[in-house]
């Protein structure tokens, strides 16, 4: 009954999707490498001493390379295309150009002047109300020492004074 069971099994199992993997994964031949990494390509094969084909590289026909290259335009070249603005610019561009001594707009107001605009007129407050003193309330009666590392420490007062003194031998560091 026990190989019948173990038979029947076996053929259940065959019939899952992933039995060949489990299969691949826990079963091998002996003496093969369970660590070997599986595949065909043609580095594995000759890595493993297989021999692999080598396809020999054929001259191609016909010149491949294109001939030499244009020459460098001279500063005279230059020169004598900038007077054809057109070349630049797309067919589309039409438009008078700007005349000898003209300025040109770019979008400014009569209240904006040289890029700047002019906010005297402006609703901003001419006192700002100082809010310092409601903050700080409270917290002004303790002294701040900062030891330096070098014998001296930086004191500050509650008035906001800072002083550097010299540190006694009986201070604990």
Request: proline share 10%; aromatic share 2%; hydrophobic share 35%.
């Amino acid at each position: 009954m026990r190989n019948a069971a173990l038979l029947s099994s076996l053929v259940l199992i065959s019939g899952c999707a992933g039995f060949g993997k489990l299969a691949g994964d826990g079963m091998g031949f002996p003496g093969g490498n369970p660590n070997a990494p599986g595949g065909e390509a043609e580095n594995l094969r000759r890595a493993r001493g297989e021999a692999a084909a080598e396809l020999p590289i054929l001259p191609a026909a016909g010149n491949l390379w294109p001939g030499p290259p244009a020459p460098l335009p001279t500063l005279g070249d230059v020169s004598k295309d900038r007077g054809r603005l057109g070349d630049a610019l797309p067919a589309d561009a039409g438009g008078t150009e700007l005349p000898e001594g003209g300025s040109m707009s770019a979008g400014e107001q009569a209240e904006i002047r040289g890029g700047i605009q002019d906010f005297s007129s402006g609703g901003l407050p001419s006192v700002v109300r100082d809010d310092a003193a409601h903050y700080g309330a409270g917290q002004r009666a303790a002294t701040i020492v900062i030891p330096n590392g070098d014998g001296t420490s930086t004191v500050i007062a509650p008035d906001g004074t800072v002083k550097t003194v010299k540190d006694s031998p009986t201070t604990p560091r």
